[in-house]
């Protein structure tokens, strides 16, 4: 049965940190696993080349088969593109190939190359209503570690952004680009985004950097970041060897349960994260 409440609407939220290796597709497809095994339908689109997200979705992702490149570059329809995830009902995913990899310079001399992924999901979410197929409550966008076409696509895209953030030396570093970069999209491209959420990852509470770090990341946003924090746990990071979530590897490991929490905590935030009228400040974390 369902535990989680549904949200009034589908919530389109981007997964970002352009640093490499903090947790963003570990936190994409294990969040969305969380959501959709307490009945609530998702979606992960894979918007990193590299095709992680895909692997530990279980979905097919060989070069030439329908993905996220067919959706930006050709134009074609999600739906032409969607895969059911093998393991976990209600879970679907759009896949990542190697044909991504050429995109983001193939997008420049494209019309509306910032709007493409928005047009394609909504256009989704609107045919499935129409033709009176269940709702999609979550869409998640994992994204590369970078903060170019790709990315902003994935912004233009969202109304929320989730940061996960790895609790170690530098992690706030780079944040105040990645706000600057967000409050550019709101200005210009999509006013609706903001940041909701800010997850601790891969964090050890034994150590005093994990515990400062974390510290510095809650005094900065005290109303985004998650009271859950994920621990280092190999049994995540084993998961995607077999295609598979942790949340269905090995369900009752600490980093399963970790990662339902989180999930929990971000369908019962609701879109309250952080009041619209807060606007987020760059500079005081430039400073780390
Ligand atoms: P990103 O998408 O930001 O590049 P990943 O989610 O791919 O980061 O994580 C980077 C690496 O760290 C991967 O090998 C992943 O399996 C591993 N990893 C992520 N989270 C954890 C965790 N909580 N415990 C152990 N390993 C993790
Ligand atoms: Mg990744």
């Given at each position: 049965g369902r535990k989680f409440p549904r949200p009034p609407k589908t919530r389109i939220i981007t997964v970002a940190n352009q640093?490499?290796?903090?947790?963003?597709?570990?936190?994409?497809?294990?969040?969305?696993?969380?959501l959709a095994q307490?009945?609530?339908?998702?979606?992960?689109?894979?918007?990193?080349?590299?095709?992680?997200?895909?692997?530990?979705?279980?979905?097919?992702?060989?070069?030439?088969?329908?993905?996220?490149?067919?959706?930006?570059?050709?134009?074609?329809?999600?739906?032409?593109?969607?895969?059911?995830?093998?393991?976990?009902?209600?879970?679907?995913?759009?896949?990542?190939?190697?044909?991504?990899?050429?995109?983001?310079?193939?997008?420049?001399?494209?019309?509306?190359?910032?709007?493409?992924?928005?047009?394609?999901?909504?256009?989704?979410?609107?045919?499935?209503?129409?033709?009176g197929e269940e709702r999609i409550d979550y869409v998640l966008i994992d994204c590369p570690p970078s903060l170019g076409l790709l990315t902003v696509n994935a912004f233009v895209a969202g109304r929320e952004v989730f940061i996960p953030i790895q609790c170690e030396y530098y992690a706030l570093e780079g944040l105040s680009?990645?706000?600057?970069?967000?409050?550019?999209?709101?200005?210009?491209?999509?006013?609706?985004?903001?940041?909701?959420?800010?997850?601790?990852?891969?964090?050890?509470?034994?150590?005093?950097?994990?515990?400062?770090?974390?510290?510095?990341?809650?005094?900065?946003?005290p109303a985004e970041t998650f009271k859950t924090t994920i621990p280092r746990s190999v049994r995540i990071s084993e998961a995607p060897s077999y295609g598979q979530t942790v949340m269905t590897y090995d369900a009752t490991s600490t980093g399963a349960l970790a990662y339902l929490q989180a999930s929990r905590e971000l369908a019962e935030r609701g879109q309250g994260g952080s009041s619209p009228r807060r606007a987020m400040q760059a500079e005081p974390v430039g400073a780390q």
């Open positions: 640093k490499g290796g903090v947790g963003k597709t570990t936190t994409t497809v294990n969040v969305a696993a969380g307490s009945g609530l339908n998702v979606l992960v689109i894979d918007n990193d080349p590299q095709g992680n997200a895909s692997t530990a979705l279980g979905i097919e992702h060989r070069a030439g088969t329908p993905s996220v490149y067919e959706i930006l570059v050709e134009g074609e329809s999600l739906a032409s593109t969607i895969q059911q995830c093998p393991d976990v009902p209600n879970l679907w995913g759009v896949p990542a190939t190697i044909d991504l990899s050429g995109s983001e310079i193939e997008l420049v001399s494209l019309v509306s190359r910032e709007t493409r992924l928005r047009k394609a999901i909504d256009k989704y979410l609107a045919d499935r209503i129409a033709a680009q990645l706000l600057k970069t967000i409050d550019l999209i709101r200005s210009h491209l999509n006013p609706e985004l903001r940041v909701s959420s800010i997850l601790l990852t891969m964090y050890d509470g034994r150590t005093n950097l994990a515990q400062q770090v974390a510290g510095e990341v809650r005094s900065h946003f």
